[in-house]
């Protein structure tokens, strides 16, 4: 059974940064064809944030464009993402998602994805 487990959630003061990583187990030996970052705040919806395919092509929300950075390790299996000059907005739950179905869709929707993380909460001080 697929698990991805997320990390390195926290506390930060506005400006600050964070790194999330998110580590596969139970795999197999076909690589996810695609990985992604969402987060979702209270009352809100979870929302794409930051995705990357097998091929190494990444897109980012606009929120976050020129302030985060997602990369993976295929040999490891692992999804980082770096987070520079963080806003109080960006406060929420992070998820790490990934599925293996080969199509483009829509990276930042949630039906994209079949696998998902339990979340790691970031916050951010004004």
């Known amino acids: 059974q697929v698990q991805l487990v997320e990390s390195g959630g926290g506390s930060v003061q506005a400006g600050g940064s964070l790194s999330l990583s998110c580590a596969a187990s139970g795999y197999t030996d076909s690589p996810f064809y695609i990985m992604g970052w969402f987060r979702q705040a209270p009352g809100k919806e979870r929302e794409g944030v930051a995705s990357t395919n097998i091929d190494g092509y990444t897109r980012y929300a606009d929120s976050v464009k020129g302030r985060f950075t997602i990369s993976k390790d295929n040999a490891k299996i692992t999804l980082s993402l770096q987070m520079n000059s963080l806003k109080p907005e960006d406060t929420a739950m992070y998820y790490c998602?990934?599925?293996?179905?080969?199509?483009?869709?829509?990276?930042?929707?949630?039906?994209?994805?079949?696998?998902w993380g339990q979340g790691t909460q970031v916050t951010v001080s004004s």
């Open positions: 998602a990934a599925d293996w179905r080969r199509y483009g869709g829509d990276w930042f929707s949630t039906m994209r994805y079949n696998y």
